[in-house]
């Protein structure tokens, strides 16, 4: 989900900018360029560190910026179809739950959070096993994995994300403490 990579690529550096500390100007520039964009390959840039000018500038003609190669640091965030993650849920709404991991937020449909018939509370914000009474509501930590997966590289947080908790292992966080507590007392009789 999380890699460190160096990149190489050419950054603009506008000319109104070309009188300040080139270091600085090359750094921020690196940054507001490709920071929170989305890359081929579904990777996500979330931090970029370490920037270093590759050879000299080049100047175009008619623009008046320099275009700089730069090579760098990038911390990468890139889901993986069938990956377990962790996440929390940031919203309830009639057709499932969205949890946010990383920087994207992934759809859990109600036919994939359990293996019970689900009551919808909208009123406070939750979702609730008919037979189970387990609920689930905006805060709640989950383990669930990645089964649809399509990113809008345009705008990342405009992807398709689909989720399932319908798998052993996988869950609500609590559910899954409860579940293993009472696997253990069972055994001990």
Do not use: C
């Amino acid at each position: 989900m999380y890699l460190l990579t160096t990149k190489e690529k050419v950054v603009r550096i506008p000319p109104e900018m070309l009188g300040e500390d080139l270091d600085e100007v090359v750094n921020q520039s690196t940054r507001s360029s490709f920071e929170g964009s989305m890359e081929s390959g579904n990777s996500y840039t979330i931090l970029i560190t370490n920037v270093e000018q590759v050879g000299p500038g080049r100047i175009v003609h008619g623009d008046g910026a320099v275009y700089q190669n730069v090579k760098y640091d990038a911390l990468m965030f890139r889901p993986l179809l069938q990956e377990v993650i962790e996440g929390t849920v940031v919203e309830i709404l009639k057709f499932g739950a969205f949890v946010r991991f990383g920087p994207l937020d992934g759809l859990l449909h109600v036919s994939q959070i359990m293996d019970d018939r689900i009551d919808i509370d909208q009123d406070n914000g939750r979702l609730i096993g008919k037979d189970t009474k387990r609920d689930l509501k905006v805060g709640d930590r989950v383990r669930a994995r990645i089964v649809a997966l399509s990113i809008n590289e345009r705008n990342p947080r405009e992807s398709k994300i689909g989720l399932t908790m319908r798998q052993p292992g996988l869950g609500k966080l609590e559910w899954l403490e409860e579940d293993h507590s009472g696997k253990e007392t069972g055994d001990e009789e």
